[in-house]
């Protein structure tokens, strides 16, 4: 794919939920081979070999819960630097966003004010907004949910939109339309469009932000 890809996702999730490495944990989910093997220089060996590969390509890390957990934005954003400060070729990181109505706008600043604060291109890598938080069986998307939710779009809009100009790297949803969400089966539209790929209040809501 040299030559024929924009960008890399080179290392995703290496920090579990408080922040910590994934190390010498008996749960399968919360270990990571390349920790217990190389230690955190695998991070960088990583990064060097995609340099490697495609020296054009802008190489990410890519994680989730800067939004929601200090602990993970500031030790997250440490490292990023810390790479950067040593010369790995390191151009961004991606915060995956996967938010819910929530989630508060001053969360989300907090977040991607971190991440542009390394000098690296922020990218905002799997977004969605989910409405059904409480994972009820029996939800129902309501007009009420979608003003709810199109005023979350345009708050996560605008807090990119707020990020320096030359950090914005760009926003990516995790994917289109709701029938064909990750949170599915349990009833959730977390996305711009409906099951029949119609647009909703949501898209509008970040229509609203761009500049005429």
């Known amino acids: 794919f040299k030559g024929k890809v924009t960008s890399w996702d080179v290392v995703n999730e290496s920090f ?4 910590s490495w994934r190390e ?6 919360k270990n990571d081979i390349w920790y217990e093997k190389i230690g955190e220089d695998y991070i960088g060996i990583a990064f060097r070999a995609a340099h490697a590969a495609d ?17 993970r934005r500031d030790h997250i954003s440490a490292y990023v630097t810390s790479l950067k400060n040593k010369g790995v070729p390191i151009h961004g990181i991606g ?3 996967h938010a819910h109505i929530d989630t508060g706008r001053e969360n989300i600043s907090a977040a991607l004010t971190a991440a542009a604060s390394t000098g690296l291109l922020v990218h905002i890598s799997e977004l969605d907004i ?15 949910l979608a003003q709810r939710q199109k005023e979350a779009y345009k708050s996560m809009f605008e807090a990119f939109m707020a990020v320096p100009k030359d950090k914005q790297y760009g926003i990516s949803f995790w994917g289109v339309d709701d029938a064909h969400s990750w949170l599915t089966p349990v009833p959730d539209w977390p996305l711009p469009f409906d099951k ?10 970040m229509t609203e932000t761009f500049p005429e």
Do not use: C, I, R
């Not at 579990?16 to 922040?19: A, N, P, R, S, Y």
């Not at 054009?56 to 989730?64: H, S």
């Open 16 to 19: 579990l939920d408080d922040g």
């Open 24 to 29: 010498g944990n008996d749960d399968p989910l």
């Open 55 to 71: 020296p054009d390509a802008l190489l990410f890390y890519n994680d989730y819960g800067m939004e929601w957990s200090k602990s």
């Open 95 to 97: 915060l995956q966003m």
């Open 130 to 144: 989910e409405v059904n938080h409480s994972k009820n069986p029996n939800a129902v998307f309501t007009d009420q």
């Open 196 to 205: 029949n790929f119609k647009k909703k209040p949501a898209y509008y809501g």
